[in-house]
């Protein structure tokens, strides 16, 4: 991912608005945080769906900005090494 295509996912996150972004499939789920497309085609087809539908737009806005605060922001990986270590320490005791 490009640092310009991770700061468009950021400000998506912030504003809770769609954007076009490059990420990796596996960060985006398809029809529930975002929407991925394979072509120009799919891409045109995608964004004429968006513009018609704005109930779509913001559900997909909510959705996506919940699962990268909850999945990819440093707070959460803080919190799954904190458990990491206190597993580790709970073994040694």
């Known amino acids: 991912m ?9 400000s998506a996150l912030e504003t809770r608005r769609a954007t076009a972004t ?5 960060r985006l789920l398809h ?3 975002g929407l991925l497309v394979r ?3 799919g891409c045109a087809y995608q964004i004429v769906r968006l ?7 913001r559900r997909l806005g ?18 799954d090494y904190l458990a ?3 597993r580790l320490l709970e ?3």
Not at 2 to 10: F, Q
Not at 51 to 57: D, G, T
Not at 62 to 79: I, K, M, S
């Open 2 to 10: 490009t640092w310009a295509a991770s700061g468009r996912a950021y």
């Open 22 to 26: 490059v990420t990796p499939p596996h």
């Open 31 to 33: 029809e529930r945080t």
């Open 39 to 41: 072509s120009v085609e």
């Open 51 to 57: 513009l018609r539908a704005p109930q779509l737009r």
């Open 62 to 79: 909510h959705a996506g900005h919940d699962h990268v605060r909850d999945n990819f922001l440093h707070p959460r990986e803080a919190r």
């Open 84 to 86: 990491a270590f206190a």
């Open 91 to 93: 073994g040694a005791a």
